[in-house]
């Protein structure tokens, strides 16, 4: 069974601070990596990652993908109190649906 | 808007009454997700379409679920005699192509009392 895990669960810091958020996957036939941020609704889209394309970079945000190590990692400079929210990471691997596989979420805080 | 929308974004309903979400994917996406978020968890798949076809079933579906997509155009999502358990937010999702990334609805948020 497919598996991805995210770790801290959860991570309070400061304004300015930087963070990085992991995850960590098992499972068949590796397509991509994603990652969403979700705040009160809907999951809105970051990243994909894959084979070809193991890192990416917007603004203050960049990811990862070590495909040896089967982790990823969203790093985040400079934090604000609007990047508060609970970020998922997923991961689509092989089948016809191509369906995401999600960890449970890192929660966010960010204080002024 | 030309995003993803679900109706209705709430829904209170007592157990065992059956109730139906609807999903408008982006307009020229022909791939269709169903998945279940419940509190504290990541959403879990439920369900796909390509186009009209309904391609693969979780087991979460029990037989008391059902989707459609009859034209390939929005979806519903029916789930009969309600128990309390299915209280969750039901998300829809959609892309375009399999190698580009699924754009989420708000959801929408069943309870069940």
């Known amino acids: 069974e497919d598996k991805v895990v995210q770790s801290p669960l959860s991570l309070v810091v400061h304004e300015g601070d930087t963070v990085t958020l992991n995850c960590s996957y098992e499972v068949t036939n590796f397509r991509s990596l994603l990652w969403y941020k979700q705040e009160k609704k809907a999951p809105t889209f970051l990243f994909m990652l894959?084979?070809?394309?193991i890192e990416k970079k917007s603004g203050r945000l960049s990811s990862i993908l070590d495909k040896k190590e089967l982790s990823s990692i969203l790093n985040i400079t400079a934090t604000q109190t609007g990047d508060s929210a609970i970020y998922l990471c997923a991961v689509e691997a092989g089948g016809s649906a191509r369906q995401l596989t999600f960890g449970s979420g890192t929660q966010l805080t960010v204080l002024p | 808007d030309t995003g993803v929308s679900q109706d209705p974004r709430h829904k209170i309903t007592k157990r065992g009454q059956n109730v139906t979400f609807r999903c408008d994917p982006i307009?020229?996406?022909?791939?269709l997700y169903w998945y279940r978020q419940t509190l504290g968890q990541g959403p879990e798949f439920l369900t796909y379409?390509?186009?009209?076809?309904?391609?693969?079933k979780s087991r979460l579906l029990s037989d008391r679920f059902s989707a459609e997509r009859p034209k390939g155009s929005f979806s519903t999502l029916e789930i009969q005699r309600t128990e309390q358990g299915d209280s969750a937010m039901y998300l829809c999702?959609?892309?375009?192509?399999?190698?580009?990334?699924?754009?989420f609805g708000q959801g929408t948020r069943l309870t069940v009392v």
């Open positions: 307009s020229e996406h022909n791939r």
């Open positions: 999702a959609s892309s375009f192509r399999r190698d580009t990334e699924a754009f």
């Open positions: 379409f390509q186009n009209e076809a309904q391609l693969e």
């Open positions: 894959t084979s070809s394309g």
